[in-house]
């Protein structure tokens, strides 16, 4: 008895504790979304060519290349420049690849305030990304998969102008969302 009362609580406190990282991952990205918005050009830039370097700012000692905005309502989500451990708890991170080239693949923790809305997306959904030069891209959703936790090569795969990807709930397997460009 005993042992499934602390059980019990040992799990509440995990809870928790989750839920005050993605509470404060949360507060962190909005609070990153506002000062990179007023870091953006009054006017929407032109876009960069294919192979041109992603322009980027730093805030708080982590790079920003833009903003990710995500279907139906859900949050603005700043994106850093390369994927960090440290720095995926304030925000999603370019794994790999350029808006400008058609291969952004962007990787988050599957917080409720942050990629975890990824698994309310469908096919047909409009996903937009803002770089820091003010240029905006347009996609939308075309597939949703999943692939196995370690299958880098399938989460690389396809001809997708965007990947974004974070963990299933379980953690042993990744969500790819996959989209094409609209507006170009």
């Known amino acids: 008895m005993l042992a499934g009362l602390a059980l019990i609580i ?25 000062k990179l918005q007023t870091a953006l050009p009054p006017e929407p830039g032109s876009q960069a060519a294919a192979g041109a370097e992603m322009p980027a700012v730093e805030i708080d000692g982590y790079t920003y290349i833009g903003v990710l905005d995500l279907p139906d309502g859900g949050p603005s989500l700043p994106v850093q420049s390369a994927w960090d451990e440290g ?15 058609g291969s952004l693949i962007v990787a988050g923790h599957n917080y409720k305030t942050g990629f975890g809305r990824l698994y309310g997306v469908a096919p047909g959904d409009a996903v937009r990304f803002t770089d820091m030069n003010g240029a905006v891209f347009e996609y939308v959703v075309s597939q949703l998969e999943t692939v196995d936790q370690y299958d880098l090569a399938g989460m690389e795969r396809g001809e997708w ?24």
Do not use: I, K, W
Not at 13 to 32: T, Y
Not at 87 to 101: E, K
Not at 176 to 182: L, S, T, W
């Open 10 to 34: 040992g799990a509440f406190a995990l809870l928790l504790h989750n839920s005050r990282v993605d509470h404060r991952a949360g507060e962190a990205a909005a609070a990153v979304v506002q």
């Open 87 to 101: 720095g995926a708890l304030v925000s999603p991170c370019r794994y790999q690849g350029s808006a400008y080239d």
């Open 161 to 184: 102008d965007m990947t974004l990807f974070s963990c299933t709930l379980d953690g042993r397997r990744r969500v790819a969302v996959r989209c094409v460009r609209v507006d170009g």
